[in-house]
């Protein structure tokens, strides 16, 4: 975080794994909105990053819906925040055709609708006060490696991150000339609850939360892309340099073993 200072961040997905890594690492007199669906562990967060004199908030909603889209929005309005970290998110392992429509429906609704909405409500405000403050705003999406191709038996949790890819790195380059910066985070195997909630087999490697976060933290400013880890990086470099068809193959060929495991 050297040479950067936020007054104010919105965490989504706060309650746990990179979200609650993310408001650790945040400096002291960056105040805090923190949102989840789990009050209990919101509370506990706070009270462990309280200090004298720094704001923080937390709020209950389910990004699932658009009631509680538009509850972080108007909060977030109000809080005034300059920093947005867009890490909430859904997975589910399996076929599209197994898997519950309403899960498959709610990954899309937390993946891509939320940060879409969310960046898109606030970002006009937080230019804005950047610009009145001559500050910079900053806005993190935390995509996934996976995001790099189409994968078998996440094939819409792939698709979704895909999206937050192709966002953040579309509107980095529309913002070029703005004082904000725009970062898609892209972390693979991460030691998180997202395996247990999802269904999938864990891998035994996988990067720590606070490894995650602390690099999304280091790259915002530097970069529009960053992938999580030197094997990742060179991962997802095969994956945009070989053709669909093969990429798909072998995909689906992991996919099924670790499906097996």
């Given at each position: 975080?050297a040479?950067?200072?936020?007054?104010?961040?919105?965490?989504?997905?706060?309650?746990?794994?990179?979200?609650?890594?993310?408001?650790?690492?945040?400096?002291?007199?960056?105040?805090?909105?923190?949102?989840?669906?789990d009050?209990d562990?919101?509370?506990?967060?706070?009270a462990?990053?309280?200090y004298?004199?720094?704001?923080?908030?937390?709020?209950?909603?389910?990004?699932?819906?658009?009631?509680?889209?538009?509850?972080?929005?108007?909060?977030?309005?109000?809080?005034?925040?300059?920093?947005?970290?867009?890490?909430?998110?859904?997975?589910?392992?399996?076929?599209?055709?197994?898997?519950?429509?309403?899960?498959?429906?709610?990954?899309v609704?937390?993946?891509v609708?939320?940060?879409?909405?969310l960046?898109?409500m606030?970002?006009?405000?937080?230019?804005?006060?950047?610009?009145?403050?001559?500050?910079?705003?900053?806005?993190?999406?935390?995509?996934?490696?996976?995001?790099?191709?189409?994968?078998?038996?996440?094939?819409?949790?792939?698709?979704?991150?895909?999206?937050?890819?192709?966002?953040?790195?579309?509107?980095?380059?529309?913002?070029?000339?703005?004082?904000?910066?725009?970062?898609?985070?892209c972390?693979g195997t991460?030691e998180?609850?997202f395996?247990e909630?999802?269904?999938?087999?864990?891998?035994?490697?996988?990067?720590?939360?606070?490894r995650?976060?602390?690099?999304?933290?280091?790259?915002?400013g530097?970069?529009h892309?960053?992938?999580?880890?030197?094997?990742?990086?060179?991962?997802?470099?095969?994956?945009?340099?070989?053709?669909?068809?093969m990429?798909?193959?072998?995909?689906?060929?992991?996919?099924?073993?670790?499906?097996?495991?």
């Amino acid at each position: 975080m050297a040479g950067k200072s936020y007054r104010a961040a919105l965490v989504t997905g706060a309650t746990s794994g990179i979200g609650e890594a993310f408001a650790h690492l945040l400096p002291r007199d960056t105040d805090l909105l923190l949102t989840g669906r789990d009050a209990d562990r919101l509370a506990r967060l706070a009270a462990a990053l309280a200090y004298d004199g720094r704001r923080i908030e937390t709020l209950v909603a389910d990004l699932a819906t658009m009631e509680g889209i538009e509850t972080v929005t108007a909060a977030a309005e109000a809080f005034g925040i300059d920093l947005l970290i867009n890490n909430a998110g859904l997975g589910r392992f399996g076929r599209v055709i197994d898997n519950d429509l309403a899960f498959e429906q709610a990954m899309v609704q937390v993946n891509v609708v939320a940060p879409l909405v969310l960046t898109r409500m606030l970002l006009p405000g937080m230019l804005a006060r950047a610009k009145a403050d001559g500050r910079r705003a900053g806005v993190i999406i935390v995509a996934s490696v996976v995001g790099f191709g189409p994968i078998p038996y996440v094939a819409t949790y792939a698709a979704t991150k895909a999206f937050d890819l192709y966002l953040a790195a579309g509107l980095a380059a529309e913002m070029a000339d703005e004082p904000v910066d725009v970062l898609a985070l892209c972390p693979g195997t991460t030691e998180t609850r997202f395996f247990e909630r999802a269904g999938m087999p864990r891998q035994r490697r996988a990067h720590s939360p606070d490894r995650v976060a602390r690099e999304g933290l280091e790259a915002l400013g530097h970069r529009h892309v960053h992938v999580v880890g030197a094997l990742n990086a060179v991962v997802t470099l095969v994956m945009r340099r070989i053709p669909m068809r093969m990429l798909t193959w072998c995909a689906t060929k992991a996919m099924a073993w670790r499906r097996m495991a």
